[in-house]
């Protein structure tokens, strides 16, 4: 049958599999292109990621592209919008949250799921702000929120398998307005330096009042 033929009669074919032989076709059909702008030859098949049954120009990755998939059911974007990919799972990757389309907004259609990345310090996400972040991607800071590195007063310590901010082992400390820590002891060696200073004031001027009752 046409499915496996060795040579076709007709313009195009695909190759089914190797040593299976051709699938002769009157035009690339299905989820199938026909690459470098020729008008015969074998058929390609498009991005995996590709909605189904609506075919491709080209075997590129996105949609709405010249060159890429006639339909998504999912699409990834990067943090500034812009395409990454279809997919055809309608469940978002890990780094993505997920958004469908309740209506048309401009190239994509009602329906489309659009799957978001989440900010750069986010694992796993609910929106695109780092206050949604779920999981992160480096370190949970002592706000709960997800930062790049602790502070120096603090520890980095393995957590539910990620890391989180932790005071270090015999620091006391407190969060001053800017949410930096000002440790406890520097504040009581600062107030006793400054007792000290003072008795050393009042001690050298005791010791010049002696000094001129002397010679009087």
Do not use: W
């Not at 313009?11 to 051709?22: E, M």
């Not at 049954?53 to 060159?67: E, I, L, R, V």
């Amino acid at each position: 049958g046409p499915a496996n033929c060795s040579i076709c009669n007709t313009n195009f074919f695909v190759n089914v599999s190797i040593g299976a032989g051709k699938l002769c076709l009157e035009s690339c059909v299905g989820d199938t292109y026909l690459p470098d702008n020729r008008t015969s030859g074998e058929c390609l098949p498009c991005f995996n990621g590709c909605a189904l049954g609506y075919g491709c120009a080209g075997p590129g990755k996105t949609f709405n592209d010249s060159n890429g998939c006639m339909a998504c059911d999912t699409i990834l974007l990067d943090r500034n919008g812009d395409q990454i990919e279809c997919q055809r799972d309608v469940t978002c990757p890990s780094g993505y949250y997920r958004e469908q389309l309740s209506e048309d907004r401009g190239i994509f259609l009602t329906g489309t799921v659009l799957c978001h990345s989440c900010h750069e310090l986010c694992a796993t996400c609910s929106g695109p702000s780092v206050s949604d972040c779920v999981l992160c991607s480096y370190i949970r800071g002592t706000n709960g929120s997800c930062v790049y590195q602790c502070d120096p007063m603090r520890e980095t310590v393995p957590q539910n398998g990620s890391s989180q901010c932790i005071p270090v082992i015999g620091t006391i400390g407190t969060l001053d307005p800017t949410g930096a820590i000002v440790s406890i002891g520097a504040v009581i060696g600062s107030i006793f330096g400054g007792l000290a200073l003072i008795c050393l004031t009042v001690l050298v001027i005791l010791i010049l009042v002696l000094l001129l009752l002397k010679k009087k």
